[in-house]
């Protein structure tokens, strides 16, 4: 399967990086496609933006999706002290999604974050981005001590020694290892699940086609590629919801830290 | 028994070739289980709040993606995993 020539890289290249540092593949022309529509749609849809009535298709787009990301996702987890992570928040959520969908786009067909050096990158940015915050608004020795030793309430001192010497290590390892780690993981193993079931269907649909007596249950198969292509693109567009409300929800969680 | 053997000669035929696709399945089918039940836990949980509670569905529906995020992650690595095994 090819697009302009360059070649999808093989599922056993999962682990392996590509050939080269400037080996382009298909995958790099989706995301630079994902690059440049995140910039058009908010480059030609604010242009007009001291008219107080919205038109054009791209204007309404913008604005509704910038509302969209301003009370969906900051209102329900920062509050209004988060605002200003709006442009962060907005372009992260807006890049996944552009390179999330192409893998239901016909004659594309491949979703670029199944494979995991961008969705990696994504995730360590937002990894930089909640552990300044934090140092900045609670100080470095606080900001360490609040995310390991989180408060008990009421307790003899023997039992929270004891908590500590189990919840500290845990803590330690889920705030600042395992998170950038499930980010990755979440975004790209998602998409790359998603981009096998709908090659796993389209390539059973043509074998039974191909087949003599089986062509009778060839469009069970291919009901279910067209059912499992709407649903791609749910998951297209809540995976990068999803990535996008837990950048904001660690960043709360480094601004406003339990009592 | 019969599925011993079967393994056994398969295993026999090409010996970690066998065992590696055995392996992955078991990772795999593994990782889902806890993650499975987590998910339905919450869901379930999400409908029944916002069918007591309609006028909060819109909290609680943003609240039950976060909680399936952090449930299905050990369900990814597990897949992950499965696909870094190589024998």
Do not use: C
């Amino acid at each position: 399967m090819s697009l302009l020539g360059v070649d999808v890289p093989p599922v056993s290249h999962v682990t392996i990086w590509g050939s080269g540092p400037l080996g382009i593949n298909k995958t790099v022309v989706i995301y630079l496609f994902a690059l440049i529509a995140t910039v058009a749609v908010f480059y030609f849809g604010t242009r007009k933006k001291d008219a107080l009535v919205p038109s054009g298709i791209l204007q309404n787009t913008a604005e509704s999706s910038i509302g969209f990301v301003r009370n969906q996702i900051i209102m329900q987890t920062m509050g209004v002290d988060g605002l200003g992570y709006l442009p962060y928040l907005a372009t992260l959520f807006f890049f996944i999604f552009f390179s999330n969908i192409t893998e239901i786009l016909p004659g594309v067909q491949f979703p670029a974050n199944a494979r995991f050096g961008v969705p990696l990158v994504l995730a360590l940015l937002t990894w930089i981005i909640f552990n300044v915050v934090g140092i900045k608004r609670q100080g470095p020795g606080h900001y360490f001590v609040n995310s390991v030793f989180p408060p008990l309430g009421d307790m003899p001192l023997v039992g929270k020694i004891a908590m500590y010497a189990l919840l500290a290590p845990i803590e330690f390892l889920s705030t600042f290892i395992i998170r950038p780690f499930s980010l990755m993981v979440r975004l790209f193993a998602n998409m790359l699940a998603g981009h096998l079931i709908l090659t796993t269907f389209a390539v059973l649909t043509a074998a039974l086609w191909a087949a003599k007596i089986t062509v009778i249950i060839a469009p069970l198969s291919f009901a279910l590629l067209v059912a499992m292509t709407g649903f791609e693109v749910l998951v297209s567009f809540l995976q990068a919801f999803i990535f996008a409300i837990l950048t904001a929800v660690y960043i709360d969680i480094s601004m406003h830290p339990a009592h | 028994m019969v599925m011993l053997h079967l393994l056994l000669a398969a295993a026999a035929a090409d010996p970690t070739k066998g065992l590696t696709a055995i392996g992955r399945g078991i990772v795999y089918g593994a990782a889902a289980i806890g993650p499975g039940i987590g998910i339905g836990l919450v869901v379930g949980n999400a409908i029944t709040a916002m069918a007591r509670q309609p006028e909060s569905a819109g909290t609680v529906r943003t609240t039950m993606f976060l909680g399936i995020a952090f449930t299905e992650a050990l369900a990814l690595f597990g897949f992950v995993l499965a696909f870094i095994i190589s024998g």
